[in-house]
């Protein structure tokens, strides 16, 4: 790292609070892009949160749709809006949500991780698992927002290992955000039920469930061996790219914080947003 981005870092370490208490962690069920523009219980409840927890200094967030080759971080001081979707009204690709960078901080992350060596990335942006919330939350895009990517080729225990070297950044008033879907298997989406309230196949709801109980029961070793918790976990993790934001989000439970769910229902047969915040 260089001189200047030294001084950099340690301008913003300088310009953070430090509150006595940590800031909280979430996971949030993102689903459909489409609820940064609807007005939803889902989108209503993180506006709500957005008030309930304190006012964070910057926002990092692990999304589902930034599978990469080894760990990056954004380190631009302009992110771009990314519309990583298709097939949706003109309105939801006309967003745009301006939130800062922070160099600074994407510098303080590096640092932090020595289990591996984290890109500083200027080409990506945030992306809709990250903007859909972060803009429902804090909607005058006036707080940082700096997304971290998912190495693809590594194994849940890895990301969890992972999340655990940024807990320092929980006392500096960072908020942590893993964004994806405990339940995400669009290839068995009900197309015609998702306006049905609390659609869910019986494996999705099994999971859910399952969750649920090994989240509140701190057996986390169950949800990184995912694997082997049985067909509806086939089912309900076809592919892991949704479920491992939520593994960096238990990767930084401490034993203190208390976990409490919400958005706790499923969608079209095989998704589910249930979220947890925790602390």
């Keep these: 790292m260089s001189v200047s981005s030294l ?7 300088e310009a953070l609070p430090s509150p006595e208490e940590k800031m909280p962690i979430l996971f949030v069920g993102h689903g459909s892009p489409m609820n940064a523009i609807e007005d939803n219980e889902f989108s209503k409840r993180w506006q709500q949160m957005g008030q309930e927890i304190p ?90 927002v700096l997304q971290l990517s ?56 099994e999971m859910n469930v399952v969750f649920k109980k090994h989240i509140s029961g701190r057996n986390f070793k169950a949800l990184i061996d995912y694997e082997q918790l049985g067909a509806a976990a086939k089912l309900a993790i076809p592919t892991p790219d949704h479920y491992y934001p939520m593994i960096y989000s238990l990767g930084l439970i401490e034993t203190r914080d208390d976990v409490s769910f919400f958005n706790d229902k499923a969608v079209g047969g095989s998704l589910t947003m249930t979220s947890f915040r925790a602390g």
């Design 7 to 13: 001084k950099e870092l340690h301008a913003f370490s």
């Design 150 to 205: 998912i190495d693809y080729g590594k194994p849940a225990q890895y990301h969890f290992n992972l999340a655990k070297e940024l807990a320092a950044l929980r006392k500096k008033g960072v908020l942590i955000i893993g964004s994806g879907n405990m339940v995400h298997n669009l290839g068995m989406i009900a197309w015609n039920k998702l306006n049905e309230p609390e659609y869910g196949f019986d494996w999705a709801h």
């Design 55 to 144: 006012v964070p200094a910057a926002v990092l967030c692990i999304s589902a749709h930034w599978l990469t080759n080894g760990t990056h971080v954004t380190a631009m001081e302009q992110p771009k809006t990314i519309h990583d979707f298709g097939g949706f009204p003109q309105a939801l690709f006309e967003v745009q949500y301006p939130a800062p960078g922070n160099p600074a901080l994407a510098g303080e992350v590096k640092e932090l991780v020595k289990s591996t060596n984290v890109g500083l990335n200027h080409d990506w942006g945030l992306d809709h698992g990250t903007w859909s919330v972060v803009k429902r939350m804090y909607p005058y895009a006036n707080i940082p």
